[in-house]
């Protein structure tokens, strides 16, 4: 039996300046016991920010190269010039999520989508949101202003969408087991996260026993039966071999 989850990922300045936010996700696969065999991030970032994590990214820069930037590379991100991490999950996820965020992942390694950050007049360049945002749907998720903590909740509200357990398995259920070798443990909970169509303080949503961490696999459901998933050979490019991220030294 394999299992599938998902932590969303977002830094942003104590100002929240539209250049210094960010939102990812990380995707894990593992086995019936909890180890972890594959991982890949949605983190869309231009490429030329690989050589120095404090470039600057400017709001009406023209369409430019980018590429999905791994765990410790986007932590690495959001922690220079006073950014704040933040995280919410990792969440057990249905296998046909995993498989629409691995083929948008490739989709956007394959150099035919550019990075931009005002990205409404063409889906031929996406932001960082609608980079991850476009793995679940095509209609493009309006956020309008938001971004960093505020856009991040609003990218996992369109996971959700109407039926939570459409796509997730006993959301908000947090499997805090996975943090530490997805290597996002240091990364503090989000204070809140969508909850029934409202955002919701997490401290109240724990109060009242609706959000628990289990700390062992062993609070795994499977999956839902009969799903097919594509085959890796479908989905995977000769020679790309999926690695874990490391771990991050902070």
């Known amino acids: 039996m394999t299992y599938f989850f998902v932590v969303f990922l977002a830094y942003q300045t104590p100002l929240n300046i539209p250049r210094g936010s960010h939102t990812a996700a990380v995707f894990a696969r593992t086995t019936a016991d909890g180890r972890p065999v594959e991982a890949f991030t949605i983190s869309w970032l231009p490429t030329r920010l690989g050589t120095d994590p404090r470039e600057a990214i400017f709001l009406l820069q023209r369409p430019e190269p980018g590429r999905n930037y791994s765990v410790a590379e986007t932590l690495e991100q959001g922690s220079v010039r ?54 679940v749907d095509a209609v493009p998720l309006v956020t309008g202003f938001k971004r960093g ?86 989905l995977t490019p000769a020679g790309w071999a999926p690695a874990l991220p490391g771990p991050v030294s902070r």
Do not use: K
């Open 149 to 234: 903590f505020a856009a991040t909740r609003a990218v996992l509200g369109h996971f959700l969408g109407d039926d939570p357990q459409r796509r997730f398995v006993r959301y908000p259920v947090v499997h805090e087991w996975l943090s530490g070798p997805l290597g996002v443990a240091g990364v503090p909970h989000a204070a809140a996260l969508p909850y029934r169509g409202s955002t919701v303080a997490l401290s109240e949503l724990e109060s009242r026993g609706v959000v628990r961490r289990e700390l062992a696999a062993g609070a795994l459901f499977a999956p839902e039966v009969g799903v097919r998933l594509l085959p890796p050979e479908a």
């Open 82 to 135: 006073s950014r704040q991490l933040r995280r919410w999950g990792p969440f057990q996820i249905r296998p046909e999520v995993y498989t629409r965020a691995l083929e948008r992942h490739h989709q956007l390694n394959s150099g035919r989508i550019q990075y931009t950050v005002l990205d409404h007049a063409a889906r031929g360049a996406v932001n960082c949101i609608h980079a991850l945002a476009g793995a």
